[in-house]
């Protein structure tokens, strides 16, 4: 059994987009006063039941809030516990208040039963939404629906998310997976390079254009000290001007774009990546302290960095995460695996003779082993991407060097190297 989500742009009429928008800011209105209700309630009395007794009622004295659907409130809350769970378990920060610019709309519709959803023809679905009656939405992959759909194979629920470029719905399908066979590709290792982004141990390379053409990259700069000239003018607590908000929103739209291509290509290249490799080796990065750094996310970089820095460098941090997830999940699904290694020496060792020489590494790009007798050359992403790849192969094997004959690669240095 396995849980997916499938993204797709929602086709919504004018009224319709008003009265999505309306859910939405409910369901952040909502977030927001469950979240200063929270805070201000003594530890003891905070519980599952009495947020519920305060939704409830909230809902009953602001008819506005009554905007979103009874089961989607509910999900609010689901979602707002789950985030203290996920802090106290370490993998987030605390919940904080959703800001108008630097948060996303959602609204949730947990029961599948209620979406509805038909085909209509080769592109277009149907689905239900609360309050809202039939929306279209663009069919890209084939959902589990009508006679298709079983026990085991259905769509489970769905979220509606408002992006920079409007709104979209992300499917929860449940598919039932027969279990893959054996995967029996080679094993390789994988290195973010400093000049190409993924290096692999095989000596092959996995790069990309840039994200943003020159031209959109020139028109990304100047929105971008057009707003902080806006916002340097603006005097305190005044509300951001509409022109403002547009440049805003022409900003988060860029950055919307950028990101698309980004895990547009991340996809192709983890699957070509899960269907050739068996044994997939990759360096442990600790990644939810990188998340918690800040650089802050594509969508709302990090109020410290550099504007200009801040898009690419925000997209390549939250890029290996993404990375890693999606080669554990495709690797998975074809019998293979994902071997996370901790890895503190991979740019400083040899991978032929496996040792680590001062001044091995000649410049950035390039290896050149200084023990004498080995001399080995290579690429210097290359040669990181082997070390890993030699690491996966020992933790899996229990650390009995050679079992898998990736040990037998390195040959012993001729004279033990000079210290
Ligand atoms: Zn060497």
Not at 82 to 109: E, H, L, T, V, Y
Not at 152 to 167: P, Q, S
Request: overall charge positive; aromatic content about 6%.
């Amino acid at each position: 059994m396995q849980q997916r989500g499938h993204k797709v742009r929602l086709s919504l009429t004018p009224a319709q987009l008003v009265a999505v928008d309306e859910q939405g800011y409910a369901a952040r209105a909502m977030w927001n006063l469950l979240h200063s209700w929270w805070t201000m309630l003594p530890k003891g009395e905070r519980t599952l039941a009495a947020a519920d007794a305060a939704i409830r009622q909230g809902r009953k004295d602001l008819p506005w809030l009554a905007a979103l659907p009874a089961q989607a409130s509910q999900a609010v809350l689901k979602t707002y516990f789950q985030a203290w769970k996920n802090c106290w378990d370490g993998r987030a920060d605390a919940p904080n208040f959703k800001a108008r610019f630097r948060s996303r709309m959602a609204i949730d519709i947990p029961q599948g039963r209620d979406l509805q959803i038909v085909r209509l023809n080769r592109r277009w679905g149907r689905m239900w939404v609360p309050r809202i009656g039939h929306v279209l939405f663009r069919w890209t992959r084939d959902l589990p629906v009508g006679k298709r759909a079983g026990k085991d194979n259905r769509v489970t629920g769905a979220r509606l998310v408002k992006d920079a470029d409007g709104w979209h719905v992300v499917f929860r399908v449940q598919h039932d997976v027969p279990e893959p066979g054996e995967h029996t590709g080679p094993s390789v290792g994988i290195d973010r390079g400093i000049t190409k982004p993924l290096a692999l141990s095989d000596g092959t390379f996995r790069e990309h254009r840039p994200w943003l053409t020159p031209g959109e990259t020139k028109r990304l700069r100047r929105l971008e000290q057009a707003s902080a000239r806006k916002r340097h003018a603006r005097k305190k607590n005044e509300p951001a001007s509409k022109r403002l908000r547009r440049t805003y929103d022409q900003i988060g739209r860029l950055r919307a774009k950028a990101k698309r291509r980004a895990v547009d290509w991340q996809h192709k290249t983890t699957t070509s990546i899960a269907e050739t490799f068996s044994r997939i080796g990759v360096e442990d990065l600790h990644i939810p302290s990188m998340v918690k750094s800040a650089k802050g996310t594509v969508e709302s970089p990090g109020r410290n960095v550099r504007q200009k820095a801040g898009l690419n460098r925000a997209i390549a941090g939250e890029a290996w995460g993404r990375t890693v997830t999606l080669l554990e999940y495709k690797a998975a699904q074809r019998g293979g695996i994902v071997v996370r290694v901790p890895a503190p020496h991979t740019s400083r060792r040899c991978s032929a003779c496996g040792f680590i020489t001062p001044g091995s590494r000649e410049t950035q790009a390039r290896f050149v082993c200084k023990n004498p007798g080995c001399g080995f050359e290579e690429n210097a992403d290359t040669n990181a991407s082997r070390n890993i790849d030699h690491a996966a192969g020992l933790a899996v094997s229990g650390r009995g060097a050679g079992a898998d004959g990736q040990a037998e690669k390195r040959q012993p240095p001729t004279k033990p190297h000079a210290a």
